[in-house]
C-alpha cells in the first residue's frame, strides 16, 4: 500500500526525522492558511498523488509571496497531472503540501528496500540525488552506494557510517545523518514497509539535513497489525478494479492487454501471463485468486475481469489442489450464465478432481475452449484476441 508524501513526512516527524515546516490544503482558503502560518518565503506548492516526477509535471511549484502560494495552489488542486510515473492519464489532484523552503547546499538519494535474493534489508544512496536519480541508475550505477543490512541482527553503527562516508558527507553532518539513518531503519521495521525513499535528502547551507521528499509503502499482508496506517489509504490513487478486488481477498492487478486471466497460485499467474506474450497477445490483468478461493470468489473475480471494457477474450488456468477443479467449474459455469458472458473463454485446469471438472464444463452448453496445457492455451486465447 503507497501513502502521500504528508502522511510519510507524518511518519518521518513521530521518528524523529527532520522535515520542512508545512501543511496539506485542500482548498485555496486552507492554502492562504497555512502560507500565512509558515511565514518565511521562498515555500513550496506540491501535488499530493502516488506518484513521482511531479516537478517535472508542474506538480511543484515555489512562492515568493502569500499571495502567490494560494495562486500556485489554485492551479494545481483539480489538474490532471501527468508525470512519467502516472502514465498518459494522469492523476487527478486533490490536496497539495506547503512547505518551508530551505537553502539548499547539496541533494542526496537514500532509500530502504528489501533485497529478496539476500534475504536482507538494502539500504541505497547516491550523492547524485535529486529528480534525476533513475538517470543515474541506469547511466552511472557505480555513483549508488548499496549496504545490505541483515534483519535478524538489525542496523549498527558501521552500516551507517559506511553510507555516510562513501556519500562524502561534512564532518558537521555526519552525526545527524547517522541518527537518521537508524531511525529510518526502525520505521522501515516497526511498519512492515517494503520501500522507504528520501529523493532528496538535502543538506542545507548552515549544514543541516532535511527530508526534502518522502515516498513509503507498507507490505498489504502485514496491515492487520497497523490499524493506523489502513486510516491513510486513498481510494482515490488506486485504480477501481484493484480496490474492488481486494474487497473480496483477489489478487488483482489491472494491465493494458486484452486477454484477462484467472489463475491460482502468483507463480502460476506469472507463467500464464509470459506464455500469453509468447504467444503474440497481451495479459488484461493479473488476477490471483489464491488456493482456498471459493465459488463466490471465482463469481466475483469474473465480474471484476470482465467489466474492463479491454478485455476481449478469457483464460482460466487452474492447478486444482485446496481449489477442485469442480468448485472452479461450477464457479465458471455459475459466473458465465449470471453475467451473460459475450466473449470467449478458454479453460485449462489439472488436479483434484479434473475430471468431474471438465464433464461440468462439458455439460454446461456453453461454449467454452477447453485447453490440454498451457501452451496450448496460450495460443487459442491468442487465436481468439487476434
Known amino acids: 500500500m503507497k501513502i502521500h508524501e504528508y502522511q510519510s513526512k507524518e511518519l518521518f516527524a513521530r521518528y524523529g526525522i527532520p522535515i520542512p515546516a508545512g501543511a496539506v490544503a485542500e482548498t485555496p482558503e486552507e492554502a492562504r492558511a497555512v502560507a500565512e502560518k509558515i511565514g518565511t518565503f521562498p515555500m513550496a506548492v506540491k501535488a499530493q498523488i502516488h506518484a513521482g516526477g511531479r516537478g517535472k509535471g508542474g506538480g511543484v511549484k515555489l512562492a515568493r509571496s502569500v499571495d502567490e502560494a494560494v495562486s500556485h495552489a489554485q492551479s494545481i488542486l483539480g489538474m490532471t497531472l501527468v508525470t512519467p510515473q502516472t502514465g498518459p492519464e494522469g492523476r487527478n489532484v486533490k490536496r497539495v503540501l506547503i512547505e518551508a523552503g530551505l537553502d539548499i547546499a547539496s541533494e542526496l538519494y537514500l532509500s530502504l528496500t528489501v533485497d529478496r535474493e539476500s534475504a536482507c534489508l538494502l539500504i541505497m544512496a547516491s550523492a547524485a540525488g535529486g529528480m534525476d536519480i533513475e538517470e543515474v541508475a541506469e547511466k552511472t550505477p557505480e555513483k549508488i552506494i548499496k549496504v545490505l543490512v541483515n534483519p535478524l541482527a538489525g542496523i549498527s553503527?558501521?552500516?551507517?557510517?559506511?553510507?555516510?562516508?562513501?556519500?562524502?558527507?561534512?564532518?558537521?553532518?555526519?552525526?545527524?545523518?547517522?541518527?537518521?539513518?537508524?531511525?529510518?531503519?526502525?520505521?522501515?521495521?516497526?511498519?512492515d514497509c517494503s520501500m522507504v525513499e528520501i529523493n532528496p535528502l538535502v543538506v542545507t547551507a548552515n549544514q543541516e539535513i532535511h527530508?526534502?521528499?518522502?515516498?513509503?509503502?507498507?507490505?498489504?499482508?502485514?496491515?492487520?497489525?497497523?490499524?493506523?496506517?489502513?486510516?491513510?489509504?486513498?481510494?482515490?490513487?488506486?485504480?477501481?478494479?484493484?480496490?474492488?478486488?481486494?474487497?473480496?481477498?483477489?489478487?488483482?492487478?489491472?494491465?493494458?492487454?486484452?486477454?484477462?486471466?484467472?489463475?491460482?497460485?502468483?507463480?502460476?499467474?506469472?507463467?500464464?501471463?509470459?506464455?500469453?506474450?509468447?504467444?503474440?497477445?497481451?495479459?488484461?490483468?493479473?488476477?490471483?485468486?489464491?488456493?482456498?478461493?471459493?465459488?463466490?470468489m471465482i463469481e466475483n473475480g469474473f465480474r471484476i475481469i470482465l467489466s474492463d471494457k479491454k478485455v476481449k477474450a478469457l483464460l482460466i488456468n487452474i492447478f486444482g489442489g485446496i481449489l477442485r477443479c469442480d468448485i472452479l467449474a461450477e464457479g465458471v459455469v455459475a459466473a458465465a450464465r449470471n453475467m451473460e458472458?459475450?466473449?470467449?473463454?478458454?479453460?485449462?485446469?489439472?488436479?483434484?478432481?479434473?475430471?468431474?471438472?471438465?464433464?461440468?464444463?462439458?455439460?454446461?452448453?456453453?461454449?467454452?475452449?477447453?485447453?490440454?496445457?498451457?501452451?496450448?492455451?496460450?495460443?487459442?486465447?491468442?487465436?481468439?484476441?487476434?
Open 341 to 386: 458472458v459475450d466473449v470467449p473463454i478458454v479453460v485449462r485446469m489439472e488436479g483434484t478432481n479434473v475430471e468431474e471438472g471438465r464433464k461440468i464444463l462439458a455439460e454446461s452448453g456453453m461454449d467454452l475452449f477447453t485447453a490440454m496445457d498451457l501452451k496450448d492455451a496460450g495460443e487459442q486465447v491468442a487465436k481468439l484476441v487476434a
Open 211 to 296: 527530508a526534502l521528499d518522502a515516498k513509503v509503502s507498507f507490505d498489504s499482508n502485514a496491515l492487520f497489525r497497523h490499524k493506523d496506517i489502513i486510516d491513510y489509504r486513498d481510494f482515490d490513487e488506486e485504480d477501481p478494479l484493484d480496490v474492488e478486488a481486494s474487497k473480496y481477498n483477489l489478487n488483482y492487478i489491472n494491465m493494458d492487454g486484452t486477454v484477462g486471466n484467472m489463475v491460482n497460485g502468483a507463480g502460476l499467474a506469472m507463467a500464464v501471463m509470459d506464455t500469453i506474450k509468447l504467444a503474440g497477445a497481451e495479459p488484461a490483468n493479473f488476477l490471483d485468486v489464491g488456493g482456498g478461493a471459493t465459488r463466490e
Open 157 to 191: 553503527g558501521y552500516h551507517c557510517r559506511r553510507v555516510a562516508y562513501g556519500l562524502g558527507l561534512p564532518k558537521e553532518t555526519v552525526k545527524p545523518f547517522l541518527s537518521l539513518l537508524t531511525n529510518l531503519y526502525k520505521l522501515f521495521v516497526d511498519y
